[in-house]
């Protein structure tokens, strides 16, 4: 168990219906970061969100956009969806910034948009 | 830009067979390196890391040592077992946030 928790483990949903994907890091991270991995495209890098402000940014679609809250949580919203959104999306967390190498990841989420 | 690229899947050996995984990479500067592994219905989890040329990483039985002069990244292992069986992923970070991944590949080992 990594300590990373991530909700729901899978979703089934509707083209251009709108989704959201919690991710809850390990105690004590304050860095959370988003990754899609799909069959065609691979494991892609979204987003990374530390301390609550956004930080980096990767190839996240303008459909999609994510959050950091307070107590750490985030949250990863996709919308219109896709049936190439379909994918696994993976959340990890690591204690700070630049050191995304030491972070955690997540079982995922299974995302099929039907 | 930079980029991992990996041998395709899957790989598939016997028990206490030599294991080999290539990897090379594309990049512009010196990258950390690192094998990720993906056990079935699991996230990933680091295996291994080298930071600079000549580096080896190791751990649980596996290699890999960094090689500037080829820009491979070669993940090794003796003797594989069963439990060894998941998806390998090579990746690359200059010490951002942002690690750039290989495609995967997928190891079966048989008993």
């Known amino acids: 168990d990594s300590g990373v928790t991530q909700t729901p483990k899978h979703l089934i949903t509707a083209t251009g219906q709108r989704v959201t994907l919690r991710c809850s890091p390990r105690s004590g991270d304050l860095s959370v970061y988003w990754y899609q991995q799909s069959l065609d495209q691979g494991l892609q890098f979204l987003i990374q969100?530390?301390?609550?402000?956004?930080?980096a940014k990767g190839n996240i679609l303008e459909r999609f956009s994510a959050q950091q809250f307070p107590d750490l949580h985030s949250e990863l919203n996709l919308s219109s969806l896709e049936l190439g959104d379909s994918a696994l999306y993976f959340c990890a967390s690591s204690v700070g910034f630049g050191r995304v190498a030491e972070a955690f990841f997540g079982q995922g989420t299974r995302l099929t948009v039907v | 830009g930079d980029s991992v690229t990996q041998m395709e899947g899957p790989v598939t050996l016997s028990e206490e067979a030599f294991l080999t995984i290539n990897c090379t990479y594309t990049a512009t500067g010196y990258p950390s390196l690192f094998w990720y592994v993906q056990y079935p219905g699991e996230g990933l989890q680091l295996l291994l890391k080298?930071?600079?040329?000549?580096d080896k990483g190791s751990n649980k039985g596996f290699e890999a040592t960094y090689r500037k002069e080829t820009t491979s990244f070669h993940l090794e292992k003796g003797s594989v077992q069963v439990s060894d069986s998941a998806v390998y992923f090579c990746?690359?970070?200059?010490?951002?946030?942002?690690?750039?991944f290989g495609t995967g590949t997928r190891l079966q080992v048989f008993p």
């Open positions: 080298a930071t600079k040329a000549d």
């Open positions: 969100y530390y301390n609550g402000e956004e930080r």
């Open positions: 990746a690359l970070t200059y010490d951002t946030d942002k690690l750039i």
